[in-house]
């Protein structure tokens, strides 16, 4: 078999098998298992959230949203004014609110529509980039 077709097999053994998400392999047979897992989709990190890269993390610390759940739970009109007020990027009411509805998204576990996309990726998609630069 060619290395092609080794890798769309151990793809596909990976999907079939997957246990779904947990912290460390001994959270499956943990009494606790889906209160760690809430602590841990709590504690999730700004990075994760469309375009939010490390300026925009870096502004949105100063203005106390550090996780995914902080972003969710922030009221829009006071985030935009505040926004406003501390930084010189550009920031515009619908990024925030594709970024809220990310965040939302990624914290609730429900998928939303961004932009014409549904988000999380529905786990059965292929996602390609297609941007080329030379």
Not at 79 to 85: K, P
């Amino acid at each position: 078999m060619r290395k092609s077709a080794l890798k769309v097999h151990e793809v596909r053994a990976a999907k079939v098998t997957d246990p779904g998400f947990s912290l460390v392999k001994e959270c499956r047979t943990c009494e606790f298992e889906e209160e760690h897992k809430a602590e841990a989709k709590r504690t999730l990190a700004l990075d994760l959230v469309f375009s939010v890269g490390p300026e925009y993390k870096k502004r949105f610390h100063e203005l106390d949203i550090y996780t995914v759940d902080d972003l969710a739970q922030a009221d829009p009109v006071g985030l935009m004014r505040d926004w406003s007020a501390i930084s010189p990027l550009p920031l515009s009411v619908q990024q925030l609110a594709g970024m809220m509805t990310h965040a939302d998204s990624l914290f609730s576990d429900e998928p939303k529509i961004l932009d014409r996309t549904q988000i999380p990726f529905p786990p059965e998609s292929i996602v390609l980039d297609l941007e080329y630069s030379p």
